[in-house]
């Protein structure tokens, strides 16, 4: 199974701008599986921020995150990316990676251990 590895995580002031990392284990085709990344906030569940499918070409975002954050992928560093911006409170969660467990299907099975997104006012 593949092994999830988070990082870009920190301490920012609300308006500012973070950029998420995920770095996938070498042993699958990266490039075949769409990629996510999930948030919880403590006492919330866990939601979708947003998706990529293998293509990189179809992307998903939560409403309330709609063009402020960008998802992205480089499958030669096969490595998932979530730039965000105009943080807000809001927004302070963990944040997860993670990887669908077959080709299209959108069943997130593989997960990393999470960043910590702390936003200061």
């Known amino acids: 199974q593949v092994q999830l590895v988070e990082s870009g995580g920190g301490l920012v002031q609300a308006g500012g701008s973070l950029r998420l990392s995920c770095a996938a284990s070498?042993?699958?085709?990266?490039?075949?599986?769409?990629m996510a990344w999930f948030r919880q906030a403590p006492g919330k569940e866990r939601e979708l921020v947003a998706s990529i499918d293998r293509s990189g070409q179809h992307t998903y975002y939560l409403d309330s995150v709609e063009g402020r954050f960008t998802i992205s992928r480089d499958d030669v560093k096969r490595t998932v990316y979530l730039q965000m911006n105009r943080l807000q409170l809001q927004d302070m969660a963990v944040y997860y990676c993670?990887?669908?467990?077959?080709?299209?299907?959108?069943?997130?099975?593989?997960w990393g251990q999470g960043t910590q997104v702390t936003v200061s006012s």
């Open positions: 993670a990887q669908e467990n077959m080709p299209g299907t959108y069943y997130w099975t593989s």
């Open positions: 070498v042993g699958t085709r990266f490039s075949d599986y769409g």
